[in-house]
């Protein structure tokens, strides 16, 4: 069984921080998404939930602030466990690469007030 875990701790690395017994109620729940999320903030730093979409596509991320965010691009939950939450973790950094950009964008042209501009784009 040490050596299955490992496999999909390699496959996700994030998994190294949860227990073997955390890691096993995921991969034996895979289809049950509820029971994954009690895991996120584990494996990914204040990423509380994810909004899906008919059970299927992962749209946005929700922070311990209630902060929502939508991804770039919805993502499919249909491949192993692993499979989709390295996708989440792909997509996380895409998405969060272009909100900065666009933010600096924003700041730099000065049409925007500073108090207007930090509501404006996430935290």
């Given at each position: 069984?040490?050596?299955y875990?490992e496999?999909?701790?390699?496959?996700f690395?994030?998994f190294?921080?949860?227990?073997?017994?955390?890691?096993?109620?995921?991969?034996?729940?895979?289809?049950?998404?509820?029971?994954?999320q009690?895991?996120?903030?584990?494996?990914?730093?204040?990423?509380?939930?994810l909004?899906?979409?008919?059970?299927?596509?992962i749209?946005?991320?929700?922070?311990?602030?209630?902060?929502?965010?939508?991804?770039?691009?919805?993502?499919?939950?249909?491949?192993?466990?692993?499979?989709w939450?390295?996708?989440?973790?792909?997509?996380?950094?895409?998405?969060?690469?272009?909100?900065?950009?666009?933010?600096?964008?924003?700041?730099?042209?000065?049409?925007?007030?500073?108090?207007?501009?930090?509501?404006?784009?996430?935290?």
């Amino acid at each position: 069984m040490e050596r299955y875990l490992e496999t999909k701790r390699q496959a996700f690395p994030r998994f190294y921080f949860l227990s073997n017994d955390e890691l096993l109620e995921i991969l034996a729940n895979s289809n049950e998404l509820d029971i994954i999320q009690q895991h996120l903030r584990t494996c990914f730093d204040n990423i509380m939930r994810l909004d899906i979409k008919e059970g299927l596509d992962i749209t946005h991320m929700n922070s311990s602030e209630g902060e929502k965010v939508q991804l770039c691009k919805p993502i499919k939950t249909k491949n192993q466990v692993e499979a989709w939450l390295l996708q989440v973790q792909t997509t996380m950094v895409d998405t969060v690469y272009k909100m900065m950009k666009a933010g600096l964008t924003d700041f730099n042209d000065g049409k925007v007030e500073r108090k207007s501009w930090v509501t404006k784009h996430p935290g």
